[in-house]
């Protein structure tokens, strides 16, 4: 395409020149104004997958950091770092270099503590996210296929978490290394071939901190960095869900977008998560290896806790009962296999198929785009609910040995206590849940109804009190509401529907003339009068209708 | 569509180009463009891309106080981060120039011991600002617009298209008729998706072979001794007491399986003492030997308890009694601790009789076959 100086539109300052040659190139103007303009909903819980994100790019840059020094490798050597008390000591190459990580390299403590840190972030995120997909719905068609894709990278993380920890080679990951390896070997039938293919021969061998370090910083992010292009391109191409609101349906999205209020705040996230693990990295101890000593088989340290996330592992290896299968021919199922390789993979199985066992259970097979809240789908809320309970007993258990010596309970008692609860609590949990959300929606209904309580109390002719309730829409001749509930939040309160005017802005002193305030007001049709005035609930809220979608203060009104 | 000439051995003859890449150019003259202002060139993009800008609300008024302090505000912000990450930058690279050192010593106090927490909160709280500035800045300068895109369902068209091109090419191959290139195929897939995992037959280890997990570094006449090599005699520990030993074999003290508690019993535990049946005779006088290495998963059974004769490990919490042959008494472990049969040599030091008579450690699924 040719252009002359002359050209209607041509660019005229250096930038827009520039631009002009690189898309005489690249051809590239039309993908970028469809990406800029890319339409991205607005609520705070979709930025939980986006801080899992950003924390993974913490952990890829730390964990290169890290790689410069680290030794992978089991040799062993007298530590002569600068750490005295441990100076002479033998030890692995790996513990050893870490150590000098920690104390001989300027600013490597700081590193490695920030590692730790958005480690655990970036399973915390992951898991938080993951509820609130779970909880609004927002795995259904067409979005299973990013639901499985997203418990795969969970079970990922779990093992770069695990690997990660194994890696420095002190006591507390040896002791970890040691379960590994006997879960490992609890396998039926093929538990010692899979022991031997993995440490190389038996526990523990020359081989595991090698392999595990190639697994933690290449196979397993590699597998996950595929895993996230992939979760991102789905999510771009099937666009996000976003919660039901005024003039939000199931064909379109309502929100902000991709450029620049998107933009500018997923880059202001992108150094919350950052600045967060280094503050953390800095000021928080984690993991201090020097106190742990190398490890050694024969030495254990007490009250040896793993991080978080592996932490229901513990607990429900705990709470399982010696339960050795011995089988004719003088086979042996371990008790622990049950606990760890079968409750692991059956909860991560389940995880995985929930859309699709939903789905059979429903018959609900059609596209959703809109998210439902907890309380309107009881049974699901219950069941999730249910599940979290369970978790939360193992993971609890995980930890009984701190909990009874702190609270100077019996072990053995905690441990019943965990057994029966694990079998105890679930189904309570799921009842008391699903009770929650039948009053829940009958309230909403309540409110639809009848109106919000306005807390102004009147004396009726015949001397009856009754309190004043405002209606949220048009009511028929009993003065019952005649609004259906859309699944959006009904407003409970007065000044969620504008019944207070909008506070003056300043912190010390105000920045605006209040009576300027209330002229603007008045002028925009804000506050309780105007609300009842002109009300669109009758449209499909289709912005061709006429509908007005949602902005964060305005009153918020049922959809449809 | 523009015509090629493509005649054998012509370079294209007249080669027009076809329409402009992307949007509707027949539709806007780059002179009605040029015409637009920016505001409506934006809208026209945005309505084109299916997006539409349904409310606006203008960022504050130029030369407003509500503006003047938004931008003091954030100014101030980001002049903070900067001043954070600069002096990260003086700590980092200042200390053990014109700071004191940065290295930890043993006392862990003073400047050492700051360093770190220096950094990472002046790193940390650089990178917080900025974020904080950004989200500010959005929140208190820019419009905020609220948009609404529509989503669209699969179009019948492209999916009509795209399947009658791949159906298309699948008759055409003729795969269906043609068994012979089917079968082969299938043959030639399973035979090349072996052979590109065949490499990993190398991480396969017989684990049987020598029986590597039945057997230990103890065989008969190797002496007990602590962790600094030093050998035990009777009579060395009190009543009640518990001293970890390791064979005296090179690298004993780190042998995986080989670390064995050895256990004076006091006397009412003597009389106590239930013995696995036909492991009666494995002590010596009032002492006993069990593996360290516990039954459940492997860790090292630590707490000795000396009063209810317990050992716990700290992992799952798994209980063994001594005065009963180790065997578990509360938690998952499934089975006593194995128990080393224990002698004294002829200089009067404690020398093991042979090997532990099971495996030690965790159980798995062919233990008790060898
Ligand atoms: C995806 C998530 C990741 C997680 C959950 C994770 C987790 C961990 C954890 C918990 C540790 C132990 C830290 C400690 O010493 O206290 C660790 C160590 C390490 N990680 Fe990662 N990591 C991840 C990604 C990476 C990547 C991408 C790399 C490199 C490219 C890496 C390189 C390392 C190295 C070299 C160590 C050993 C250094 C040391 O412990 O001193 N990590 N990781
Ligand atoms: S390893 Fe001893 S109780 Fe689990």
Redesign the pocket.
């Known amino acids: 395409m040719a252009r002359t100086a002359t050209a209607p539109g041509a660019p005229t300052t250096k930038l827009g020149t520039t631009a002009a040659e690189l898309d005489d190139r690249l051809v590239i103007s039309g993908w970028l104004r469809r990406t800029m303009n890319k339409v991205y909903p607005d609520h705070w819980s979709f930025l939980l997958g986006e801080i899992a994100l950003y924390s993974?790019i913490v952990?890829?840059l730390s964990?290169?950091y890290?790689?410069l020094f680290?030794d992978a490798s089991m040799r062993e050597v007298a530590y002569a770092g600068s750490y005295a008390p441990l100076r002479g000591v033998e030890m692995s190459a790996a513990y050893d270099s870490?150590l000098r990580?920690?104390f001989d390299v300027r600013g490597g403590l700081f590193m490695?503590?920030l590692?730790?840190w958005a480690?655990l972030l970036?399973?915390s995120s992951i898991v938080v996210h993951l509820l609130r997909i779970f909880f609004t719905g927002a795995f259904r068609r067409p979005r299973e296929t990013n639901w499985t894709i997203g418990v795969v990278m969970l079970v990922l993380?779990l093992l770069?978490?695990v690997t990660?920890?194994s890696?420095?080679d002190d006591l507390l990951s040896g002791t970890g290394l040691r379960i590994i390896s006997a879960i490992l070997l609890s396998i039926p039938v093929v538990g010692t071939w899979v022991h031997f293919a993995i440490f190389n021969g038996p526990y523990v061998g020359e081989s595991i901190i090698g392999r595990f370090?190639i697994a933690?910083?290449l196979l397993?992010?590699a597998i996950?960095l595929a895993l996230i292009a992939l979760h991102l391109i789905i999510l771009v191409k099937q666009k996000h869900t976003q919660f039901p609101g005024p003039g939000r349906t199931e064909h379109n999205v309502v929100g902000n977008r991709l450029f620049p209020t998107f933009a500018a705040k997923a880059t202001g996230l992108v150094f919350l998560v950052f600045g967060v693990s280094a503050a953390l990295g800095g000021l928080v101890q984690?993991?201090p290896?020097w106190l742990w000593g190398p490890y050694n088989p024969a030495q254990v340290s007490s009250a040896s806790q793993p991080?978080w996330y592996i932490g229901f592992l513990d607990g429900s290896t705990r709470l399982f009962p010696a339960w050795d299968m011995n089988l004719p021919g003088n086979y042996t199922i371990p008790a622990l296999f049950w606990p760890t390789v079968v409750i692991a993979g059956a909860m991560f199985t389940v995880l995985a198929l929930y859309p699709v066992i939903e789905r059979k259970l429903t018959g609900d097979t059609a596209s959703h785009h809109l998210l439902q809240r907890p309380r309107d789908v009881p049974v699901r809320t219950a069941l999730g609910a249910m599940a979290l309970t369970f978790y939360t007993v193992l993971w609890i258990s995980g930890g009984n040995d701190v909990i009874a010596l702190k609270f100077d309970i019996s072990l053995n008692a905690m441990t019943w206590v965990g057994r029966i609860g694990m079998i105890v609590l679930p189904p309570i949990a799921y009842v008391i849940a699903y009770r929650i959300c039948l009053g829940l929606q009958q309230h909403d209904r309540e409110v639809l109804e009848h109106g919000i309580e306005t807390g102004v109390i009147r004396r009726l002719p015949n001397g009856e009190f009754i309190e004043v309730h405002q209606p949220l829409g048009p009511v028929d001749e009993h003065g019952h509401g005649e609004l259906a509930y859309g699944g959006a939040p009904v407003p409970k309160k007065m000044n969620q529907i504008g019944g207070a005017r909008r506070a003056i802005r300043g912190f010390f002193s105000p920045t605006e003339n209040p009576a300027q305030v209330e002229l603007e007001q008045r002028a925009e049709d804000r506050g309780l009068a105007a609300a009842e005035g002109d009300r669109e609930l009758t449209s499909s809220g289709r912005p061709s209708e006429g509908g007005r979608p949602s902005d964060g203060g305005r009153p918020q009104e049922p959809r449809d | 569509m523009n015509t090629h000439d493509t005649r054998p051995g012509s370079t294209g003859g007249a080669d027009t180009p076809g329409p402009l890449h992307g949007g509707p150019d027949e539709d806007y003259t780059p002179e009605q463009l040029a015409a637009m202002s920016l505001d409506e060139l934006d809208r026209l993009g945005a309505r084109y891309d299916g997006v539409e800008i349904m409310h606006v609300e203008p960022g504050p008024e130029p030369g407003s106080p509500l503006e003047k302090r938004a931008v003091r505000q954030i100014g101030t912000v980001f002049t903070l981060a900067g001043l954070c990450a600069f002096a990260s930058v003086v700590i980092y690279a200042g200390s053990g120039w014109f700071l004191p050192t940065w290295q930890w010593s043993v006392s862990e106090s003073g400047w050492s011991a700051i360093f770190t927490p220096l950094v990472g909160a002046l790193f940390g709280a650089a990178m917080i600002l900025v974020g904080v500035g950004l989200v500010l800045y959005t929140k208190k300068l820019l419009p905020h617009e609220t948009a609404v895109q529509d989503k669209h369902d699969a179009s019948a068209f492209d999916r009509a298209t795209a399947g009658a091109t791949l159906v298309r090419t699948a008759h055409n191959s003729g795969l269906a008729r043609r068994k012979l290139i089917t079968r082969s195929l299938a043959f030639m897939g399973g035979g090349l998706g072996l052979m590109l995992i065949m490499p990993l037959g190398g991480l396969i280890k017989n684990p049987n072979t020598g029986d590597p997990l039945g057997t230990t570094p103890w065989k008969q006449g190797v002496r007990l001794t602590r962790l600094d090599g030093s050998p035990i005699r009777p009579g060395d520990q009190e009543p009640g007491s518990l001293e970890t030993v390791f064979p005296a074999v090179p690298g004993g003290n780190r042998a995986a399986n080989a670390a064995t508690m050895l256990i004076r019993l006091r006397p009412e535990q003597v009389a106590a003492n239930r013995p696995r049946p036909g492991q009666g005779n494995l002590g010596y006088g009032d002492y006993v030997a069990y593996s360290k290495i516990c039954t459940h998963a492997g860790c090292p059974v630590s707490l000795y308890e000396q009063e209810t004769s317990r050992i716990l490990c700290p992992c799952h919490q798994s209980q063994f009694d001594v005065t009963q042959g180790a065997k578990p008494v509360f938690g998952p472990a499934s089975r006593p601790l194995p128990q080393l049969p224990i002698t004294v040599d002829a200089s009067g030091y404690f020398v093991a009789r042979s090997d532990y008579l099971e495996a030690v450690g965790p159980t798995y699924w062919n233990r008790r076959r060898i």
Do not use: E, K
């Open positions: 993974f952990l890829l964990g290169t890290l790689t680290f870490a990580l920690s490695r503590q590692h730790h480690a970036f399973v993380a770069m978490g990660g920890y890696l420095p370090y933690h910083v397993i992010p996950l984690i993991n290896i991080d």
